[in-house]
């Protein structure tokens, strides 16, 4: 039994800046993972709440008169 413990710690030992290197990589994966759902989260929130409120605004509305435009043009047309 314990020639079989010396043999998996030469291995591990032999791996181990690869296992290391490995779940360092897996750690950094979740953190980012993790940092990019809870970006997505907060920018979802932040569009709801902002086009629910601005839904809740009253409409401007702007009133264009063009009478002396279309009276300009009719007169160069009736020159014409």
Known sequence: MSQEKVERYKKEKANRKQI???EKAKS???RTAGILVCAALL???GYSGYSKWESSQP???TE???DAISDYLSD???EG
């Open 28 to 30: 950094i994966m979740a």
């Open 59 to 61: 409409t401007k509305t």
């Open 43 to 45: 920018g979802w929130i």
């Open 20 to 22: 290391l290197k490995r």
């Open 76 to 78: 160069l047309q009736a």
């Open 64 to 66: 264009i008169k063009t």
